[in-house]
């Protein structure tokens, strides 16, 4: 059994940054993927960025390439979310997800088995 909780969600301005942060819990295996989704309040749950623990490889959406960074520190046990120039659209309810998808379908919320109850980011313009 994993437990995910996140925090560092907020109110921030257009083009300022957050830090979003994962505390993950109970026994992720070396075959496990961390990833970062997001839900805006007119749509579907869309993928962000993910991690996967064999290799250290990252993967985003195009629409957050460049900006947000997913980073492991192994130290404290979290998966964070670096966001910098914050848009509007990136307005949603962040969530950290945890599972074992195969890496072409590394995008697919449906393959996480164990997630965050979400961290609202609102960017104001």
């Known amino acids: 059994q994993v437990q995910l909780v996140e925090s560092g969600g907020g109110l921030v301005q257009v083009g300022e940054s957050l830090r979003l942060s994962c505390a993950v819990s109970g026994r992720t295996e070396s075959g496990y993927s961390m990833a970062w989704f997001r839900q805006g309040p007119v749509n579907e749950r869309e993928f962000v960025a993910a991690f996967r623990f064999n290799g250290g490889r990252t993967y985003y959406a195009d629409a957050v390439k460049g900006r947000f960074t997913i980073s492991r520190d192994r130290a404290k046990n979290t998966v964070d979310l670096q966001m910098n120039n914050l848009k509007p659209d990136d307005t949603a309810v962040y969530y950290c997800?945890?599972?074992?998808?195969?890496?072409?379908?590394?995008?697919?919320?449906?393959?996480?088995?164990?997630w965050g109850q979400g961290t609202l980011v609102t960017v104001s313009s």
């Open positions: 997800a945890a599972g074992r998808p195969i890496l072409s379908a590394i995008r697919d919320p449906q393959l996480y088995y164990y």
